[in-house]
């Protein structure tokens, strides 16, 4: 229960601090957009691909079953974007909307919040399997997620060829990862302190993070979009899990480590909306006002995810 409360704690303390420092500090507001992009900045470009070489260095004896983690993680992205077009659907959501109601479905909070509730549940060792579950996040998010938001906008021409190449985040996790593992299985022996430095880097990677994102928060209008958050909350926190979970299981990451793997990938598949999915939103015309009621509904809606994953992970 420690742990849990703990989660919490650092979540929304983080977000509350940053939201604070925005009307108590009399900073500009480009002078704010500067901190907080460079916050962004530090934790993700340094911080999480750090922790993530340490954590992949120290792990013991990598099982070939977890070459599914890639595939588990593609796979919660497109489930999570076809349901968020059905339900869009059946609300009868325009375009605009629609769009948004896709980014907020595919895109998923797992380097900070999912990495943060995953360590802290499960220790070090989980930072690893996040590392491994979205190694293609970046990549699918820039060669799918925003083709699909640019043509819901209906801006065909605001979306550039330069968006499909490499993400500097996605070429440092995956440097990072390549390094972890050749250390890994060069059986060079990780100095025990670094370990405790890998989850502490993605500790404060989060509370970075998520300070940060308090910074520009703006809490104006969610009530007007109650339906589509209810609605995006079943497609998050049920629709994608009853798929994923299955799957991971049928993987035999069940059989891992105690069964370390599948409680992670049922973290991972139970997050909120990523920040990321306010982007596409901004760029290609789609309602920027949902979008943000959504991820702060659904960022919300880890008071309520929060304890029943603790409740329900040990019967995994």
Sequence with gaps: MDRLLLS????????AAGHAAQHLLCIPRPRLE???????????????????MLSLWGLPSPDSRLLALPFLGIASWIWGGLLSLRVARALHLDSPRTGSFYCCGTF????????????????????????????????FYF??????????????????????????????????LGLGLALNML???RPAPLGSVAAAAMLLATVLFLFAIGLGLRL??????????AALAIVKFIG?????????????????????????V?????????????????????????????????????????????FVLPLL
Excluded: H
Aim: aromatic share 8%; charged share 10%.
């Design 8 to 15: 919490l704690c650092l979540i929304f303390l983080s977000l």
């Design 187 to 189: 059986g060079v022996p």
């Design 240 to 264: 994608v899990p009853l798929l994923l979970v299955p799957l991971a299981a049928l993987a035999g990451l069940g059989s891992i480590d105690g069964g370390l793997p599948l409680r992670v």
């Design 108 to 139: 998923s909070n797992l380097g900070a919040v999912g990495a943060l509730v995953s360590v802290m549940f499960f220790g070090e060792k989980a930072i690893a399997i996040v590392a491994l579950f979205r190694i293609c996040e970046e990549m």
């Design 220 to 229: 104006s209008r969610i009530s007007c979009y109650a339906w589509e958050a």
């Design 34 to 52: 500067s901190i907080r992009k460079r916050l962004q900045t530090f934790a993700v470009f340094c911080l999480i691909p750090c922790s993530a």
């Design 266 to 310: 049922t973290v991972l598949s139970c997050m909120p909306v990523a920040m990321t999915a306010l982007v596409p939103p901004a760029l290609f015309g789609l309602d920027v006002d949902m979008a943000n009621a959504l991820w702060i509904f659904s960022t919300l809606a880890l008071v309520v995810i929060l304890p029943v994953l603790y």
């Design 143 to 176: 060669g799918i997620s925003f083709p699909v938001a640019r043509r819901l906008g209906g801006g065909e021409g605001a979306f550039r060829l330069r968006s499909f190449r490499p993400d500097p985040v996605l070429l440092l996790i995956l440097t990072a």
